[in-house]
């Protein structure tokens, strides 16, 4: 599989995919997952609920974010795959990130359900052919991208928070 074609990827997810190197998405879950999730685990107990600024997201929030971030990017990639054309919602995560109550959640509990929800992406990509890697599609009303695209964006995404929270959190 090719790295992300960018001329077929909205400007604003370049960022993201440009964070991931590997040429294989597969191969990209097998090595970020297990760093990521490493990452988490090693986040020190009195960090959890630590904001660098009175309105910024505290890291169990930043989780939450990426929980839901990864199950809307999921979804997309699953609606291109299966060959859905409808224009697909987009996703205010500020909206989301106040109503989630992420901060309020246990530990332990939302690295789970992120673990497990990575585990579903993971096999998620790997039912996917090349015909549907390469499926292409519209969300956020005209913003374009396609299914492979889309592993990259979810694995680049979890590195850009994993840069914040090491350089403004911890």
Same mark, same amino acid.
């Given at each position: 599989?090719?790295?992300?074609? %960018? @001329?077929?990827?909205?400007? =604003? !997810?370049?960022? !993201?995919?440009?964070?991931?190197?590997?040429?294989?998405?597969?191969?990209?879950?097998?090595?970020? @997952?297990?760093?990521? +999730?490493?990452?988490?685990?090693?986040?020190?107990?009195?960090?959890?609920? =630590?904001? !660098?600024?009175?309105?910024?997201?505290? +890291?169990?929030? &930043?989780? $939450?974010?990426? &929980?839901?971030?990864?199950? &809307?990017?999921?979804?997309?990639?699953?609606? *291109?795959?299966?060959?859905?054309? $409808?224009?697909?919602?987009?996703?205010?995560?500020?909206?989301?990130?106040?109503?989630?109550? #992420?901060?309020?959640?246990?530990?332990?509990?939302? %690295?789970?359900?992120?673990?497990?929800?990575?585990?579903?992406?993971?096999?998620? *990509? $790997?039912?996917?052919?090349?015909? $549907?890697?390469?499926? /292409? /599609?519209?969300?956020?009303?005209?913003? @374009?991208?396609?299914?492979?695209?889309? /592993?990259? &964006? +979810? %694995? #680049?995404?979890?590195?850009?928070?994993?840069? +914040?929270?090491?350089?403004?959190?911890?």
């Amino acid at each position: 599989m090719p790295y992300p074609d %960018l @001329s077929r990827v909205t400007p =604003f !997810y370049h960022r !993201y995919i440009r964070l991931v190197e590997e040429e294989d998405i597969l191969e990209a879950f097998h090595w970020h @997952s297990p760093d990521f +999730i490493g990452f988490l685990l090693a986040i020190p107990a009195d960090k959890h609920d =630590f904001r !660098y600024a009175e309105d910024k997201w505290s +890291i169990k929030e &930043v989780v $939450q974010h990426l &929980v839901d971030a990864e199950r &809307v990017f999921s979804y997309r990639a699953m609606c *291109f795959a299966r060959g859905d054309k $409808q224009v697909l919602p987009g996703f205010d995560e500020n909206e989301y990130a106040k109503t989630s109550r #992420g901060d309020a959640r246990n530990w332990e509990a939302l %690295l789970n359900e992120f673990m497990a929800l990575r585990n579903a992406t993971e096999y998620l *990509f $790997q039912s996917f052919d090349a015909s $549907q890697l390469d499926a /292409g /599609g519209i969300s956020e009303g005209n913003l @374009s991208n396609y299914t492979l695209a889309l /592993g990259y &964006v +979810i %694995l #680049g995404h979890c590195r850009h928070h994993k840069n +914040i929270i090491t350089e403004r959190y911890l």
